[in-house]
T-cell receptor
């Protein structure tokens, strides 16, 4: 079974600075997807960024980028120029990509990000 | 485009009582998911529907939980009887198909006393 580990329960960053959230995963599959989701307090979960395992290039979305190290099974999220609105729980998630695999998302326990003004 | 709707947003019940949650997915989304998110943890899939058929319910405690998706649109999740450990946020998500992005609803926060 696939597992996702987020080793940082909490992180904090100063506004306008850069922060990196860590995620490692365990799988024997070669075809899969990785995601970072953001869950603000009392608000719904939204997708921040996704990475296909077959792509070597790291995904980027505006101020958000990932460092995908397939061999190390590592998938970190970098937030540049942090803003107060970035404060939230961030979840790393895994999904199988191959035929016959489950398309369900497997989530880590999350990292609570605080942004200090 | 309207998002995933869920109701109620909050529910408090006593143990051994019954409770039901409702989810209305994004129009046209064939796949619907129910997740359980216990405080301090990431969401865990309970059940996945493709149209009105069950794709995965391997983590659904079937002795007390049930779910249905009539006509392949709205879905209800029921707990009967509830236990203290069922206290959690129940998230509904939908996607165009199993390979597309999942969109989450606001969740229902259940407290069992």
């Amino acid at each position: 079974a696939q597992t996702v580990t987020q080793s940082q329960p909490e992180m904090s960053v100063q506004e306008a600075e850069t922060v990196t959230l860590s995620c490692t995963y365990d799988t024997s599959e070669s075809d899969y997807y990785l995601f970072w989701y953001k869950q603000p307090p009392s608000r719904q979960m939204i997708l921040v960024i996704r990475q296909e395992a077959y792509k070597q290039q790291n995904a980027t979305e505006n101020r958000f980028s990932v460092n995908f190290q397939k061999a190390a099974k590592s998938f970190s999220l970098k937030i540049s120029d942090s803003q107060l609105g970035d404060a939230a729980m961030y979840f790393c998630a895994y999904r199988s990509g191959g035929e016959g695999g489950s398309e369900k998302l497997v989530f880590g326990k999350g990292t609570k990000l605080t942004v200090n003004p | 485009e309207a998002g995933v709707a869920q109701s109620p947003r909050y529910k408090i019940i006593e143990k051994r009582q019954s409770v039901a949650f409702w989810c209305n997915p994004i129009s046209g989304h064939a796949t619907l998911y129910w997740y359980q998110q216990i405080l301090g943890q990431g969401p865990k899939l309970l059940i996945q529907f493709q149209n009105n058929g069950v794709v995965d319910d391997s983590q659904l405690p079937k002795d007390r939980f049930s779910a249905e998706r009539l006509k392949g649109v709205d879905s209800t999740l029921k707990i009967q009887p509830a236990k203290l450990e069922d206290s959690a946020v129940y998230l509904c998500a939908s996607s165009l198909s199993t390979i597309h992005e999942q969109y989450f609803g606001p969740g229902t926060r259940l407290t069992v006393t």
